[in-house]
Nanobody, 111 residues
Framework: QVQLVESGGGLVQPGGSLRLSCAAS????????MGWYRQAPGKQREFLAR???????NYADSVKGRFTISTDNAKSTVYLQMNSLKPEDTAVYYC?????WGQGTQVTVSS
């Protein structure tokens, strides 16, 4: 079972940036793809970004060009750099790997 712990959420103004981190137990990046999802109140959890062990990435259209997923294998951490944030990006953000989810971190975009 993979243990995932997200951090880095908070309150940011529209147009601002945040970087989310997801610390994973063990060296899983060479084995599993890692992903970021989010869930806004009253909505289904939606896919945002994914990175494979080989470093290939793909993004949801809603965040393409604004969000970037990356990993630091030495720190067993996956990041989500979020730029040009919009109020509609407000949600709880989750890290995912190998059928395991983190506890989530709240991101609120508001002036």
């Amino acid at each position: 079972q993979v243990q995932l712990v997200e951090s880095g959420g908070g309150l940011v103004q529209p147009g601002g940036s945040l970087r989310l981190s997801c610390a994973a137990s063990g060296s899983i990046f060479s084995t599993y793809a890692m992903g970021w999802y989010r869930q806004a109140p009253g909505k289904q959890r939606e896919f945002l970004a994914r990175i494979t062990p080989g470093g290939s990435t793909n993004y949801a259209d809603s965040v393409k060009g604004r969000f970037t997923i990356s990993t630091d294998n030495a720190k067993s951490t996956v990041y989500l750099q979020m730029n040009s944030l919009k109020p509609e990006d407000t949600a709880v953000y989750y890290c995912y790997a190998n059928y395991s989810w983190g506890q989530g971190t709240q991101v609120t975009v508001s002036s």
